[in-house]
């Protein structure tokens, strides 16, 4: 699939497997979008040994101790970890967050929220 994209797109370089992605000098960082299956821990633990920082898709894990023992990995490497909560510091998630906690709609016993259009830029 690799060398047919890469064939197709005019892709200098492609990969076989994420060992082969690892091992390559010439990658600075390493950025993991892989579904949030069993593999994530095991993929954290080989990016750590390449003493490489990551960007890693959100969730970090399966569940919290996993999310926690991935951050742990990168804190004792001293290396950086980033994952992909953006969101959160935008405008609107920022407001929807204070009025959910400030009283103004009276006390919440759950949310749900659907996005029926792309935010197209910051307010």
């Known amino acids: 699939k690799?060398?047919?994209f890469a064939e197709r797109h005019n892709v200098p370089r492609y990969y076989s497997s994420i060992d082969d992605v690892l091992?390559?000098?010439?990658?600075?960082?390493?950025y993991v979008a892989t579904p949030?299956?069993?593999?994530?821990l095991e993929i954290a633990?080989?990016?750590?040994?390449?003493?490489?920082?990551?960007?890693?898709?959100?969730?970090?894990?399966?569940?919290?101790n996993e999310a926690q023992e991935i951050a742990n990995l990168f804190t004792q490497a001293n290396l950086p970890l980033y994952t992909a909560y953006y969101r959160r510091s935008m405008s609107k998630f920022i407001?929807?967050?204070?009025?959910?906690?400030?009283?103004?709609?009276?006390?919440?016993?759950?949310?749900?929220?659907?996005?029926?259009?792309?935010?197209?830029?910051?307010?």
């Open 95 to 123: 407001e929807c967050h204070r009025i959910m906690h400030d009283g103004t709609l009276g006390q919440l016993t759950s949310v749900t929220c659907t996005l029926h259009l792309p935010f197209l830029e910051e307010d």
């Open 23 to 30: 091992e390559d000098d010439d990658i600075d960082a390493i």
């Open 45 to 64: 633990q080989a990016v750590v040994k390449t003493g490489k920082p990551c960007y890693m898709e959100k969730p970090l894990g399966r569940d919290g």
């Open 36 to 40: 949030p299956g069993g593999d994530r």
């Open 2 to 4: 690799a060398k047919d």
